[in-house]
Antibody, heavy 121, light 110 residues
């Protein structure tokens, strides 16, 4: 069974930085595009970022472009999200999600359980 | 940017009833690029339907998807107690590359 385990969520002040990690197992990590999707408290789902299989192509939602950086370490089966210049509106549960194929795949077939990021003074 | 609008916001039904959820796109969406997810409180979303009408692995056949162009539908033929949840539609845009969700429909017990 595919497993995605996020970590790194925390409480921090506006303007701060944080790095989230997602460790993947039980599938060939190098064959799939990977994404981050977030959900603010009581709200819907918002796509954040996607990376291709080798980390050479990345895509971002306008709301995080220039502040967040997605990356992956295929030797460690791990996906990352570096979050800088954090704002209160970035408060959310951040989910790691596996695409059904490469970075041009249209849907997410597996999700982690999420990690909570709270930005508050 | 394509906007997905789901209706109704909340659907109040009894177990055994039929649920019909709508997802309308602001522009035409390829059927291959439309998916549905289920999310229960405190849990991650789960893929139900992809390609507008294909059930994901392990999804019961009481869930079905249909539609094309700008109008898509998720139907639950007979609601089971475990089906009460929030449902999201999602589309993929290839240029620029982006994944967009609808705002969700909550199916609650009447």
């Amino acid at each position: 069974e595919v497993q995605l385990l996020e970590s790194g969520g925390n409480l921090l002040q506006p303007g701060g930085s944080l790095r989230l990690s997602c460790t993947a197992s039980e599938f060939t990590f190098t064959s799939y595009g990977m994404s981050w999707v977030r959900q603010a408290p009581g709200k819907g789902l918002e796509w954040v970022s996607t990376i291709n299989t080798i980390g050479a192509a990345t895509y971002y939602a306008d709301s995080v472009k220039g502040r967040f950086t997605i990356s992956r370490d295929n030797s460690k089966n791990t996906l990352y999200l570096q979050m800088n210049s954090l704002r209160a509106e970035d408060t959310a549960v951040y989910y790691c999600a596996k695409l059904s194929g490469g970075s041009g795949s249209p849907h997410f077939d597996y999700w982690g359980q999420g990690t909570l990021v709270t930005v508050s003074s | 940017e394509i906007v997905l609008t789901q209706s109704p916001g909340t659907l109040s039904l009894s177990p055994g009833e039929r649920a019909t959820l709508s997802c309308r796109a602001s522009q035409s969406v390829s059927s291959s690029y439309l998916a549905w997810y289920q999310q229960k409180p405190g849990q991650a979303p789960r893929l139900l339907i992809y390609g507008a009408s294909s059930r994901a692995t392990g999804i019961p056949d009481r869930f079905s998807g249909s539609g094309s162009g700008t109008d898509f539908t998720l139907t639950i033929s007979r609601l089971e107690p475990e089906d009460f949840a929030v449902y999201y539609c999602q589309q993929f845009g290839s240029s620029p590359r982006a994944w967009t969700f609808g705002q969700g429909t909550k199916v609650e017990i009447k």
